[in-house]
């Protein structure tokens, strides 16, 4: 595929969140004549909770201009598995930079001026004749583009549109998340630069501390796993007013009925402890995990990125590392005109995120160890077993390896480099952690 000069184009972002806020601020620096439509007709802010990054894409993204030099962040060293009874039965180095996830949104927010950022955009037709691009939204507006940018998320009507039937598969599990403000939780030393996993039969929770929208005051953000049917799925995604959801509920949405649930499963699963965290968290959501994979990323004049183009399971914390690093390679593609090297890095990656987050999603929810009978030794073989030769962005062996956006790198090349565990600990004992 070529392009044609790109100052010379009219380049469509559908989806305003991180993926398409970033390349758009990036097309923007580069003269690119950008309009981005949103489909939500609020601000998204703070409808994200804690995500982690590792530093040097943190880095990366200062260096392109997207992010402020002194973007808010707290970082992790280490994390351990922890069992009901508090006892430690493994630690593992980590490198991971907390941030809060309405952080990031306004940093890309505040670099895409108002006249190229519409919200309320529901789009509703989409047709292409020849090399242009026609879209309608359901207010009525018209827009024409020369290319198009399919930053539009598990839905994308971009994907559906013009690339071929990709579906969305259910994992079979769900995740229940929410923040607290860390003042509310007393002798919490046990969060400083550490996320602790409390592991149970199929699920665990774990917990790190981010900084707060915009303020001084941290927060504690957490995530928990539940095997869950589908029948169970669909009870629970319908929120206070009765409204069904397909994927997610809201902060503040979960009915009453849920949000007794979520209490229960915490105090039968955690330690007591640790349980009055959840339970006493004031808006708690509830997302459902699915798995998705666009066998192509680029199609004449349109790609995919993001979401759009890939879902991964949460415990790899990707998504978000995804979404940069796709629109951070996209501009490098428009800058050299190269899209098909692209997509095929786009795909090589691909593949190596997904099977890194499904193996993930099998050995800590699906089909979980023996946690009680758990050594070091025996947790380092599980950990490799679950990584299998590939490498994961936040453990040591990739701490000093730079991440690029450069799309030559084959999985060839990636698969060279071999996980390490250097963590030797004894079980310990975890001190207790309670409100105040």
């Known amino acids: 595929m070529q392009s044609g000069p790109l100052k010379e184009q009219h380049i469509g972002i559908i989806g305003g969140s991180i993926a398409g806020l970033a390349v758009g601020a990036s097309l923007l620096q580069l003269g690119a004549k950008v309009t981005i439509l949103e489909r939500s007709e609020h601000p998204l802010e703070g409808r994200g909770a804690g995500i982690v990054l590792p530093e040097p894409l943190i880095q990366q993204c200062i260096a392109a201009n997207l992010f402020d030099k002194d973007i808010s962040r707290l970082s992790v060293s280490h994390r351990s598995f922890i069992t009901q009874s508090h006892q430690s039965i493994w630690d593992q180095p980590i490198a991971v930079m907390c941030l809060n996830w309405s952080d990031i949104y306004s940093q890309l927010r505040k670099r895409i001026p108002d006249s190229h950022y519409h919200q309320g955009k529901m789009v509703e037709t989409l047709s292409q004749t020849e090399k242009v691009y026609h879209l ?10 020369d290319f198009l940018i399919g930053a539009d998320g598990i839905h994308s009507g971009v994907r559906n549109a013009f690339f071929s039937e990709t579906t969305y598969h259910y994992a079979g599990y769900i995740a229940w998340r929410g923040v607290i403000p860390l003042n509310e939780v007393k002798s919490n030393e046990l969060f400083s630069e550490h996320i602790p996993y409390f592991v149970y039969p199929n699920g665990h929770l774990l917990l790190y501390i981010i900084p707060g929208q915009q303020t001084d005051a941290p927060l504690l953000n957490w995530v ?17 007013d ?121 050995g800590l929810v699906a089909q979980t160890p023996p946690w009680s009978e758990m050594t070091p030794t025996l947790m380092e073989e599980w950990w490799n077993n679950i990584m299998a030769g590939k490498t994961w962005h936040y453990t040591p062996s990739t701490l000093n390896q730079k991440l690029t956006v450069q799309y030559d790198q084959t999985i060839e090349e990636q698969k060279k480099v071999s996980p390490t565990n250097e963590t030797k600990n004894e079980t310990k004992k975890i001190a207790k952690t309670t409100l105040s």
């Not at 309608?136 to 583009?145: A, I």
């Not at 692209?342 to 190596?352: T, V, Y």
Request: glycine share 4%; charged share 20%.
């Open 136 to 145: 309608q939204t359901q207010d009525g507006s018209s827009y024409s583009f």
């Open 224 to 240: 928990m796993y539940e095997i869950c049917s589908q029948a169970d799925l669909e009870n629970k995604l319908i929120d206070t």
């Open 242 to 362: 009765g409204n069904k959801h397909e994927v997610s509920i809201p902060p503040g949405g979960l009915n009453k009925e849920t949000q007794k649930h979520l209490h229960l499963f915490a105090t039968t699963h955690l330690p007591s402890d640790i349980a009055q965290i959840i339970c006493h968290t004031e808006k708690p959501f509830l997302q459902a995990v699915y798995d998705l994979k666009a066998p192509k990323v680029l199609q004449d004049q349109t790609c995919l990125i993001g979401d759009a183009a890939l879902i991964l399971r949460p415990h790899s914390a990707s998504g978000v590392v995804k979404a940069l690093m796709d629109s951070l390679s996209l501009v490098k593609a428009f800058e050299t005109n190269d899209f098909e090297a692209w997509q095929q890095q786009q795909q090589l990656k691909a593949e190596q995120l997904f099977f890194i987050s499904q193996n993930m999603g099998q």
